[in-house]
């Protein structure tokens, strides 16, 4: 939650000012290797936390190299940065975005049709649509306050099959939908799912049950479950069950990691010991599930994504351990079981890092890791640390 999460970053940075050592420039193991960069980029407030997912990649100016989009929103940031590709795993920065106070969760889609991604950007009770002009900058469309805003976590889909990005949101009082009118606004107010009631903490689309609906899993730090909602097809979701975690779940992904057509499920346990922090559920694939395992994800595990960083085909996990500093990489053996975790540091580059993203940032055909963070050495200003794949 909020508070926590501005506890757990203040704790990182005392932890790592008293850690304070030289950052080894490439980091291996058997089928994953990463080359940390040496450019770091300054700019903002403090970090781009402290939510769920803070940082986001699109093809914001139409080059063909991925570009990033990250919150300033951790200590009195007022909007967030585009960060533009050069395509050799380097960026620069344009200047600040202003949207309000705090904005801490961004998402991306192309909401009015036009080709060029889009952003939603939320903060405290509201979500502001900025459609894209294709050169990196962004002009708002709309804005729509949100009832009881819990941590600021949404998803983009086409939830009711007509053929626009629609977005959920998760609040106090269940998953508040807007359904997209297909040029940049939606229908106002949204679509409400009040049979949920729970302090959630993360949010993830997933499929659940093959219906062709898109199904979401969210995650309650309060009561230390795991909502399972399958969605009725109209932008609205029915509770259909839950699963238990450790202590504090935060952030949750689903993807498919054991090959039996039916999403699993990845979450983070962020007050939980650094060596169990990570819970995989993996599905019978018969709407059941038959499997829970603990994995090493770093100490404070605040986000997380899922992607295929060695081009085996399955999906293996990335954790933010913002209390350790580290990128904890854990590869998928195939089966939903995973590896010796790779730690990647992220310190004095980023430290107390937030939300990873992963794509091919330098075109050599790999995906490489990116994350926001605190850059200690100016001042506490935003960074960012770039990983690249350099798997043969």
């Known amino acids: ?6 506890l757990r970053v203040a704790a990182g940075l005392a932890l790592a000012l008293a850690s304070i050592g030289a950052m080894p420039a490439v980091y291996a193991a058997p089928s994953a290797s990463f080359k940390a960069l040496p450019a770091y980029l300054d700019g903002g407030n403090g970090g781009p ?10 093809d914001f100016n139409g080059d063909g190299i991925p570009d990033i989009a990250m919150c300033d929103g951790l200590f009195y940031g007022v909007g967030f940065y585009v960060l533009l590709g050069n395509g050799d795993g380097t960026f620069r920065k344009l200047p600040e975005t202003v949207v309000n106070f705090e904005v801490g969760t961004l998402a991306v889609g192309d909401f009015n049709g036009d080709g060029k991604p889009d952003l939603l950007a939320l903060n405290d009770g509201v979500v502001y649509v900025l459609l894209g002009n294709g050169d990196g900058t962004f002009t708002q469309k709309a804005s729509y306050v949100v009832p009881e805003l819990q941590q600021d976590n949404v998803v983009v889909n086409d939830l009711n099959h007509d ?5 959920a949101i998760l609040t106090h009082a269940g ?3 807007l359904l997209g009118n297909g040029d940049g606004t939606f229908k106002y107010p949204g679509l409400l799912s009040t049979q949920l009631v729970f302090g959630g903490s993360g949010l993830a689309l997933a499929n659940l049950n093959n219906d062709g609906n898109a199904d979401l899993v969210a995650s309650d730090a309060i009561t230390q479950q795991i909502y399972l909602l399958t969605g009725n097809g109209d932008g609205t979701f029915t509770y259909q069950s839950s699963l238990s975690t450790s202590f504090v779940p935060g952030t949750v992904l689903a993807a498919d990691l054991n090959g039996d057509g039916i999403d699993d499920i990845v979450s983070s346990n962020e007050a939980d010991p650094a060596s169990s ?3 995989v559920n993996l599905s019978d694939g018969k709407g059941g599930w038959s499997k829970v395992s603990t994995y090493a994800g770093g100490l404070g595990p605040v986000s997380g994504t899922l992607a295929d960083l060695n081009g085996d085909g399955k999906i293996d996990i990335i954790s933010s351990a913002t209390l350790s500093n580290q990128e904890v990489v854990l590869l998928n053996n195939g089966d939903g079981t995973f590896g010796a975790p790779i730690y990647l540091s992220t310190f004095p580059a980023a430290g107390a890092p937030q939300t990873p993203v992963v794509a091919d940032f330098n075109r050599d055909g790999k995906p490489d890791i990116a994350v926001g963070g605190v850059y200690y050495e100016v001042a506490g200003l935003t960074s960012l640390a770039v990983f690249l794949n350099i798997t043969p």
Not at 49 to 58: A, I, M, N
């Open 163 to 167: 053929g626009k990005l629609d977005m």
């Open 175 to 177: 998953v508040y939908t």
């Open 277 to 279: 922090s990570l819970q």
């Open 1 to 6: 939650m909020k508070g926590s999460n501005l």
């Open 49 to 58: 936390g402290p939510e769920e997912t803070s940082t986001v990649v699109g």
